[in-house]
T-cell receptor, first 109, second 116 residues
Framework: KNEVEQSPQNLTAQEGEFITINCSYSVGISALHWLQQHPGGGIVSLFMLSSGKKKHGRLIATINIQEKHSSLHITASHPRDSAVYICAVRSNTGNQFYFGTGTSLTVIP | NAGVTQTPKFQVLKTGQSMTLQCAQDMNHEYMSWYRQDPGMGLRLIHYSVGAGITDQGEVPNGYNVSRSTTEDFPLRLLSAAPSQTSVYFC???????????????FGQGTRLTVV
């Protein structure tokens, strides 16, 4: 069983739709990261959070430590949001990261 | 501000060949790591380093060697490539803050390696 589970695995949305990607984890964590992997393969960090909520433009990330769950929301989605979104958690017992398998998002114009 | 630079971007090797994947960062980050990404699996940690002269094994270290002679560079060596090492490889770096202080990770562009 993976330490980090993401859902859905694949998501297709119409431009303008509100999108939610979920991440559940089973280990104790000190921080959770949301990463975006572009079609060209590069990975960029979107958020790093350990509690509450963070907002960056049209992206919002929330985390509930008690429920071991995080969500990434995209408001007013756009085709340029098409990418793979990866949830990663940092174990609270060391430097180990655990990664979800990613959610592939396609936003259709 | 180059961030994390990985080379090459693509590579095809024959079974048994050796090669080195290069990773360099210009942010003076103490922590550097190598991951491999395979279909249907999350990124898996191969090796990591918390500073020059210090390296340690991750989840899938077999078949790979690393060294960290400088803060900037963290090369990954495949001594005798095998088809099972066909994958996309990512290098990442971040600052090591005081305990419980968590820092953002920066990733390289990835290396797509095919071993035939």
């Amino acid at each position: 069983k993976n330490e980090v589970e993401q859902s859905p695995q694949n998501l297709t949305a119409q431009e303008g739709e509100f999108i939610t990607i979920n991440c559940s984890y089973s280990v104790g964590i000190s921080a959770l990261h949301w990463l975006q992997q572009h079609p060209g393969g590069g990975i960029v960090s979107l958020f790093m959070l350990s509690s509450g909520k963070k907002k960056h433009g049209r992206l919002i990330a929330t985390i509930n430590i008690q429920e071991k769950h995080s969500s990434l929301h995209i408001t007013a989605s756009h085709p340029r949001d098409s990418a793979v979104y990866i949830c990663a958690v940092r174990s609270n017992t060391g430097n180990q990261f655990y990664f979800g398998t990613g959610t592939s998002l396609t936003v259709i114009p | 501000n180059a961030g994390v630079t990985q080379t090459p971007k693509f590579q095809v090797l024959k079974t048994g060949q050796s090669m080195t994947l290069q990773c360099a960062q210009d942010m003076n980050h103490e922590y550097m790591s190598w991951y491999r990404q395979d279909p249907g699996m999350g990124l898996r940690l191969i090796h990591y380093s918390v500073g020059a002269g210090i390296t340690d094994q991750g989840e899938v270290p077999n078949g790979y060697n690393v060294s960290r002679s400088t803060t900037e560079d963290f090369p990954l060596r495949l001594l005798s490539a095998a088809p099972s090492q066909t994958s996309v490889y990512f290098c990442a770096s971040r600052r090591l803050g005081p305990e419980r202080v968590h820092t953002e990770a920066f990733f390289g562009q990835g290396t797509r390696l095919t071993v035939v």
